[in-house]
C-alpha cells in the first residue's frame, strides 16, 4: 500500500538547501555592492542651481552617481546661528560623508568652512568637487587648513562616487 514516505523528506530537504544557497548569494552581493552612502552636501547658495544638477543626477537609477541626500533642502529660516549649527551639525552626523561644491566664491562663505571644520570634528570624511576646471579657484581656508585629510575631485561622476565610497 503505497511506501515512499520517505521521499517527501527528502524533497523537503533539498528545498531548504535551495532555500539556505538563495540566502547565502544574497549577502555575497549585499558585500561586493557598496550600500549608498549618506553624504551631506554643503554649498555655497549662489551655486545651488548647479548643485541642485548634482543631486538630481544622484537620483538617475541609471547613472554612475549614487547616494542618499542628507544636505539642506530648504535654509533654516532663523537668525540664530547658534540653532542654525545645531540643526545642521544634526544632518552632518547622520551622514558618512561631507561633499563640499567648490566654485569661484565658495572660500567666501563663512558656513562653508564651519560645515567643513564640523565634519572633520565629528569624524567624517570630506570630499571636495570643483564646480569648474579653474586651477586658479581658491579653496575655502578649511580645506587648505586640513589638505591631507580631504580628498578634492573634479567633476566626474565616478571620480566623485570613487572618492565618496573610499571616504565612508
Do not use: C
Not at 539556505?20 to 551631506?40: D, H, M, N, T, Y
Not at 541642485?52 to 544622484?58: M, N
Request: hydrophobic fraction near 35%; aromatic fraction near 6%; avoid cysteine.
Amino acid at each position: 500500500m503505497g511506501g515512499g514516505g520517505g521521499g517527501g523528506t527528502s524533497y523537503a530537504g533539498t528545498n531548504n538547501i535551495d532555500i539556505l544557497e538563495g540566502i547565502a548569494r544574497e549577502e555575497i552581493q549585499k558585500e561586493i555592492q557598496p550600500s549608498r552612502r549618506r553624504v551631506f552636501v554643503s554649498f555655497r547658495h549662489t551655486d545651488k542651481t548647479k548643485v541642485d544638477l548634482l543631486r538630481g543626477q544622484a537620483k538617475n537609477e541609471n547613472g554612475e552617481l549614487d547616494f542618499i541626500d542628507m544636505g539642506l533642502r530648504v535654509p533654516f529660516d532663523s537668525e540664530n546661528a547658534e540653532y542654525i549649527r545645531s540643526g545642521i551639525r544634526s544632518r552632518i552626523e547622520q551622514s558618512s560623508v561631507t561633499l563640499v561644491a567648490v566654485s569661484e566664491t565658495t572660500h567666501e562663505s563663512k558656513w562653508v568652512n564651519w560645515e567643513i571644520r564640523e565634519s572633520l570634528k565629528l569624524g567624517k570624511s570630506v570630499v571636495v568637487v570643483k564646480i569648474s576646471n579653474d586651477s586658479s579657484m581658491k579653496m575655502p581656508d578649511a580645506v587648505n587648513e586640513n589638505r591631507s585629510k580631504i580628498q578634492v575631485v573634479s567633476w566626474n561622476h565616478s571620480e566623485i562616487m570613487n572618492a565618496i565610497n573610499s571616504a565612508a
